[in-house]
Each structure stands twice: as structure tokens, then as C-alpha cells.
Nanobody, 127 residues
Framework: QVQPVESGGGSVQAGGSLRLSCATS????????MAWFRQAPGKEREGVAS????????YYADSVKGRFTISQDNAKNTVYLQMNSLKPEDTAMYYC????????????????????WGQGTQVTVSS
């Protein structure tokens, strides 16, 4: 059973930083699309960033470009989301998701394209 597990959320002031981690177990394939999504109360779940573990290629939502960085440690089956210059509008539950396919430029931000999800970690940014 594939199971992503997120950690690293918390509360910070605007302008601060956090690093989220997503450790995944149960995979037989080493190449997969890993993505971070977020969902604020009353809003739809949105794609934040993705990375294809086979070649490290990344995609970002426009709202986080230049502030967030997704990276991977394949030896640890772990993906990270470094979040800098945080804003109050970044406040949300952050989820890690994965699928055993390439991260398509068109499909990566679509939640229904992912097969496995973590339980989420809360990020709260105060002004």
C-alpha cells in the first residue's frame, strides 16, 4: 500500500519560511510524479508544485513561483517543499500526492489525476 506522509507544517509570521516533507513508502516504481496541493477553507484544492522523480523536472503554480521550491531525495523516498516569503494567503492544509506516471504540464495541477494522498499538514501564516 502506497502511503505518503507529510510533516513540517506550523504557524509562522508573514515573510517567514517553512519546509514541508513528504515521505512515501510502498512503491515498487522509482519514477513517479510527486506533487504538493493545498486547500484553504471554502476553496478548491489547488496544485502548488510537482516534481517527476525520474529526472527532477518541476512545475509550479504562478502564485508560488520564486518563493517555493520543490525538491527530492530519492534515497529517502522523500519530497520537500521549501516555502519562503510566506504570505497570509498561503494559509491552507497542504497535501502530498503521487501517481506512477510522468508529471504532465497540463495535468499536474489536477487533483483527480493522483492516486495516493497523504492526510495533510496545516500551514498558517499570520500578518
Amino acid at each position: 500500500q502506497v502511503q505518503p506522509v507529510e510533516s513540517g507544517g506550523g504557524s509562522v509570521q508573514a515573510g517567514g519560511s517553512l519546509r514541508l516533507s513528504c515521505a512515501t513508502s510502498g512503491y515498487t516504481s522509482s519514477s513517479r510524479c510527486m506533487a504538493w496541493f493545498r486547500q484553504a477553507p471554502g476553496k478548491e484544492r489547488e496544485g502548488v508544485a510537482s516534481i517527476y522523480t525520474g529526472d527532477g523536472f518541476t512545475y509550479y503554480a504562478d502564485s508560488v513561483k520564486g518563493r517555493f521550491t520543490i525538491s527530492q531525495d530519492n534515497a529517502k523516498n522523500t519530497v520537500y517543499l521549501q516555502m519562503n516569503s510566506l504570505k497570509p494567503e498561503d494559509t491552507a492544509m497542504y497535501y502530498c500526492a503521487t501517481r506512477v506516471q510522468y508529471c504532465s504540464g497540463v495535468y499536474w495541477p489536477l487533483a483527480f489525476r493522483y492516486d495516493y494522498w497523504g492526510q495533510g499538514t496545516q500551514v498558517t501564516v499570520s500578518s
